[in-house]
């Protein structure tokens, strides 16, 4: 069975094709949930979730991407959203007037492992947390990224770089012994 022909079957309230397609995806999204959550059972909700989202809008699927990264941009969504609603106390903060510039160098010192910069990633701040794993991670452009989480591209890239600066002072701390 092609893989178009499930989704279609889906549109159609296939419980079979559901649930083939829930199977083929389902782990794989869970990893994506995780990166956000960070707990096993908010991401097991969060995808729960999501997929009852998908089939709920499947209608809406038109095939311009692939379904997985259609799936993907639900799940994300979903895990923002769930830490949105877990925390209690957010502070805006007003980053319109700041000036951008590129900065597309992410290059680190050879003594720092993938393990140590996710371990850093997982310390940044949400608002920026969110934006660099997105960029990072899940290859998104800063248009994109504004659309989900509701930002001007601006601050998108505002965040990006600040991201970016506070993950460069963490792994400065973990390769100067200064940090825990």
């Known amino acids: 069975m092609f893989h178009i022909d499930v989704v279609e079957q889906c549109k159609a309230n296939d419980r079979k094709a559901q649930m083939q397609l829930y199977k ?10 995780m990166r956000y959550v960070q707990n096993t059972n908010d991401a097991e ?17 038109k095939g311009e991407v692939t379904f997985g990264a259609w799936l993907k941009r639900i799940v994300i969504n979903k895990s923002i959203d769930f830490l949105k609603t877990k925390k209690q ?41 969110f934006v660099v794993m997105m960029f990072l991670i899940e290859g998104y452009d800063h248009r994109e990224i504004a659309q989900v989480l509701k930002l001007t591209e601006t601050t998108s890239r505002t965040r990006l770089l600040r991201g970016k600066s506070y993950l460069k002072e963490l792994l400065k701390e973990k390769i100067y012994g200064t940090g825990s």
Not at 24 to 33: I, K, L, S, T
Not at 52 to 57: L, P, V, Y
Not at 105 to 123: L, Y
Request: aromatic share 12%; charged share 30%; glycine share 4%.
């Open 24 to 33: 083929q995806y389902c782990e794989g999204m869970f990893c994506v949930a």
């Open 45 to 61: 909700d969060v995808i729960q979730e999501a997929f009852i989202k998908a089939f709920q809008k499947i209608h809406q699927f």
């Open 89 to 129: 106390h957010l502070v805006a903060l007003d980053e319109h007037y700041l000036k951008i510039t590129d900065d597309n160098d992410w290059t680190v010192d050879n003594g720092i492992t993938i393990d140590d910069v996710k371990s850093a990633i997982g310390k940044l701040p949400d608002k920026y947390r």
